[in-house]
């Protein structure tokens, strides 16, 4: 099983409506991550959250919201999708202890496309 | 203008041919410096990372950095098919917050 598991893999909705992204990892890492992924744009960070109390805005947090419900599970929320939210969108872990390397563990993304 | 530009290509080239993918960054505060490979329908993985100014190798990669004209590159010797990937160079400051910055990202694609 991967360490950082992402649901749906593939999520197609329509303008308007409610979606949650979820996120789990297996690796015990108090430190998560959301990114959103565009060609030509690379990866922008959405939202992280070093410990279940603490949440913080990234790069491009508007239109989106974020739930730590628990070390292993962080969820993702577009409130109401807009088509240029089409995306890639990659949930990331990391280990304080590895600060230097600035290594993240991602997992395997969740695309979706807002109609 | 972005912190961190990266050419996005796409980059082909024969198998056993040498690749220069490079970055430049705009912020001398930066001082970690970081290569993530991303094969298709995958996740960024780490390759590699340096630390200020210098080179770093591993195998058939080389990673190197220049503080002074704040340029990073990464070198691949005899590139093979599996090297087909897209790379994305990242960088953050001295306080490690997992904020990266990412380039865009190149797309590399080593022929048979």
């Known amino acids: 099983d991967a360490d950082v598991t992402q649901t749906p893999r593939n999520r197609i909705t329509k303008t308007g409506k409610r979606i949650m992204l979820e996120c789990s990892q297996t690796k015990g890492h108090d430190r998560m991550y959301w990114y959103r992924q565009d060609p030509g744009l690379g990866l922008r960070l959405i939202y992280y959250?070093?410990?279940?109390?603490?949440?913080n805005k990234g790069e491009i947090s508007d239109g989106y919201s974020v739930s730590r419900q628990a070390q292993a599970k962080f969820s993702l929320s577009l409130e109401s999708a807009i088509p240029n939210q089409t995306a890639l969108y990659f949930c990331?872990?990391?280990?304080?202890?590895?600060?230097?390397?600035?290594?993240?563990?991602f997992g395997e993304g969740s695309r979706l496309t807002v109609l | 203008q972005k912190e961190v530009e990266q050419d996005p290509g796409p980059l082909s080239v024969p198998e056993g041919a040498i690749v220069s993918l490079n970055c430049t960054y705009s912020n001398s505060a930066f001082q970690y410096f970081m290569w993530y490979r991303q094969y298709s329908r995958k996740g960024p993985e780490l390759l590699m990372y340096?630390?200020?100014?210098g080179n770093k190798e591993d195998g058939r990669f080389t990673a190197q950095v220049d503080k002074s004209s704040k340029y990073i590159s990464l070198f691949i010797r005899d590139s093979q098919p599996s090297d087909s990937a897209t790379y994305l160079c990242a960088t953050h400051g001295s306080s490690n917050t997992g904020k990266l910055i990412f380039g865009q990202g190149t797309t590399l694609q080593v022929k048979p």
């Open positions: 959250s070093f410990d279940v109390k603490d949440i």
């Open positions: 340096t630390y200020s100014s």
């Open positions: 990331a872990t990391s280990d304080p202890g590895l600060a230097g390397t600035g290594e993240l563990f």
